[in-house]
């Protein structure tokens, strides 16, 4: 039986996964997908806890998380588009807008 340890792996997993691809990546999708996934691995890990303790407050804010990172998605993409149509790249080293 999958236990809450396992769950809890997978969510810090995910994370770090996440993490990692916000940090090493310079393409701003990828970047969004990073954090995107960084968000699953919380939501893993407080449906886990909520199972776990036998309520539903965890699932609750999980559903909060997903409108809160649709929300983001959608933002960001679209700022993402204005930027490419303005500087023709996506790396976000390249991207100085907001320097003098």
Known sequence: MISLQHYLALGAILFAIGVVGVLTRRNAILILMAIELMLNGVNITLIAFARHAG????Q???????????????VGLALVIALFRGR??????EIHLLKW
């Open 55 to 58: 309520n539903l407050t965890g």
């Open 60 to 74: 609750i804010f999980v559903l909060f998380i997903i409108t809160v990172a649709a929300a983001e998605a959608a």
């Open 88 to 93: 023709d790249t996506l790396n976000v080293d």
